[in-house]
């Protein structure tokens, strides 16, 4: 018998403001070491916080999107622990009474991992949330051979810490539960929530027990997990230390371990401290914060559920689940889409013509839709221009080519200089009659019921044609005489 699983998930998302939580220090990344730094974030003695409004509100803003309940006011706890990077040897931040209390995270079908989609074991399942809570960023170590260097411009930035319940099962829903969470930050806006670049960061919880009715195994905490894949092995790799030590009657410590990629195993860091450990107790240096004013400000602001977006897509433009899937997975793709979308055209149209030549062109160049050269009301009057017969679907992918690299010329008069131009119907007329007379055999056979050499007689047309008339045009008037 297996045993079962029990996973919690910590992550720590960096919140998007320019600023730092408790001073005016600038969050921007990749400047040099120590510039971006002032007595509050280098944590002088005597230096006073100030706090960060918009970071408050971020954090409200992502708990309602995940539906979370406030406490009426909010408290700042200091956490108490010496480590070089935190020379104030504590941390601010949200112990007894944080922004976000419950709520939950839905786990959405396409954020599994691409292998596990076909067997999902809970359909539609909502992680349950214990809380988010507001806290301070420490400074960044960088160990060299016989000295660590620390840069403090990291020191002090907006971090919100999210934390499950125990309610995962499976290192397959960790991974759907943070690819989930990470669309829903960034619908929010909250949040870059990019775990290559550090501002997702995953700690996660994993026990063992028999059965259902067993308490809770003693857990392990896994950290240094930073990519999606880091995650999945990690917890498949834990899973079987645990059985293969449960199963030898070694008890469980809990404890905290270090995933190591390169070898693809967890290290013992150590046995893991409780909270009692951390001497948590108020800020004495910051009001706590009263919630109800702050939440009327940010709930308009609170996106449309990806789950509604996804059957509104369907119901009202008639995309398949896949199609809306793709288009929701980014605020920017959404946007883009609904601005693209116009009566005049079949959704599905636009939708397919947006997933296969949009985003591919777009992956190629490594440009993402936010930054799409292309504005959707060109992309609308290229469509057009299909829809109306100018251009067959595949010349609309040659003119698309040009736009792409000249948006700021009109779609019309690309496609008029690729020639790709109605040939007027007089002339179209006289060049198919031209082609039936010059191909008696061809034709002929056409006539005995070889539809297939309409295409041959279609090319013939398109080659002596002046312009590059849209074929399926010329197969029309085709048909239209033989058939
Ligand atoms: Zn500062
Ligand atoms: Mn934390």
Same mark, same amino acid.
């Given at each position: ?9 910590? %992550? ?18 990749? $400047? ?7 007595? %509050? ?36 706890? #200091?956490?108490?622990?010496? *480590? ?22 839905? &786990?959405?079908? $396409?954020?599994?991992?691409? $292998? +596990?989609?076909?067997?999902? /074991?809970?359909?539609?399942?909502? %992680? ?11 400074? /960044? ?43 829903? &930050? ?17 700690? %996660? !919880? ?27 092995? =990690? ?34 860091? #150590? ?29 308009? @602001? ?10 509104? *897509? ?10 809306? =899937?793709? &288009?929701?997975?980014? #605020? ?26 949009? @985003?591919?062109?777009? !992956? ?15 992309? #609308?009057? &290229? ?66 019921? !070889? ?24 197969? $029309? @008037?085709?048909? +239209?005489?033989?058939?």
């Amino acid at each position: 018998m297996p045993l079962l699983v029990t996973i919690g998930l910590e %992550v720590h998302a960096q919140l998007n403001t320019d600023t730092k939580m408790f001073c005016a220090c600038r969050t921007s990344f990749g $400047d040099d070491p120590n510039t971006n730094t002032c007595p %509050v974030c280098l944590g002088y003695p005597g230096a006073l916080p100030v706090l960060n409004k918009l970071a408050i509100e971020k954090t409200l803003l992502t708990g309602l999107a995940l539906g979370c309940g406030s406490p009426e006011f909010s408290r700042w706890d #200091r956490k108490n622990y010496f *480590y070089p990077d935190m020379p104030k040897n504590y941390q601010t931040t949200q112990m007894d009474f944080p922004l976000c209390l419950g709520g939950g995270v839905p &786990l959405f079908d $396409d954020c599994y991992p691409t $292998d +596990a989609r076909k067997s999902i /074991k809970t359909p539609n399942k909502i %992680v349950r949330l214990n809380r988010i809570h507001l806290e301070e960023d420490v400074a /960044k170590s960088t160990h060299l051979a016989t000295t660590s260097l620390i840069d403090f411009n990291r020191a002090g930035t907006p971090l919100m810490e999210i934390v499950t319940e125990p309610d995962l099962e499976s290192a397959e829903e960790a991974f759907a539960y943070l690819r989930s969470l990470q669309l829903v &930050l960034q619908e929010c806006d909250t949040s870059g929530a990019d775990l290559e670049k550090g501002n997702l960061r995953c700690d %996660v !919880n994993i026990s063992l027990r028999e059965k259902e009715s067993d308490p809770l195994g003693a857990k392990v905490e896994l950290k240094n997990l930073n990519s999606f894949s880091a995650i999945r092995r =990690s917890i498949y790799y834990e899973i079987e230390r645990q059985t293969e030590e449960l199963g030898m009657g070694i008890a469980q410590i809990q404890s905290t371990r270090r995933w190591n990629d390169e070898l693809g195993e967890t290290q013992m860091m #150590r046995t893991k401290e409780d909270a009692h450990d951390y001497r948590y107790f108020p800020c004495p240096d910051l009001l706590p914060i009263a919630t109800a004013p702050l939440l009327e400000i940010v709930r308009p @602001l609170v996106p449309e559920p990806r789950l509604s977006k996804i059957s509104r *897509y369907q119901n009202d433009f008639g995309l398949t689940t896949y199609d809306a =899937s793709v &288009l929701t997975a980014d #605020r920017h793709l959404a946007t883009f889409f609904e601005e693209t979308n116009t009566p005049e055209i079949p959704a599905k149209k636009t939708a397919n013509f947006i997933i296969n030549n949009l @985003l591919g062109t777009l !992956n190629e160049q490594s440009i993402t839709i936010a930054d799409c050269p292309v504005p959707p009301k060109k992309l #609308r009057d &290229l469509l057009s221009l299909v829809e109306n017969g100018t251009l067959a679907p595949n010349q609309a992918k040659e003119v698309f080519t040009v736009l792409f690299s000249s948006p700021q010329r009109e779609v019309k008069a690309i496609a008029d200089e690729m020639g790709f131009k109605p040939t007027s119907a007089g002339e179209l007329d006289s060049l198919v009659d031209q082609i039936i007379a010059e191909n008696p055999e061809e034709v002929a056979a056409v006539k005995a019921g !070889n539809e297939k050499l309409i295409n041959f007689l279609t090319g013939k047309v398109m080659k002596s044609a002046p312009t590059k008339p849209n074929p399926k045009q010329v197969t $029309d @008037l085709l048909r +239209a005489r033989l058939l």
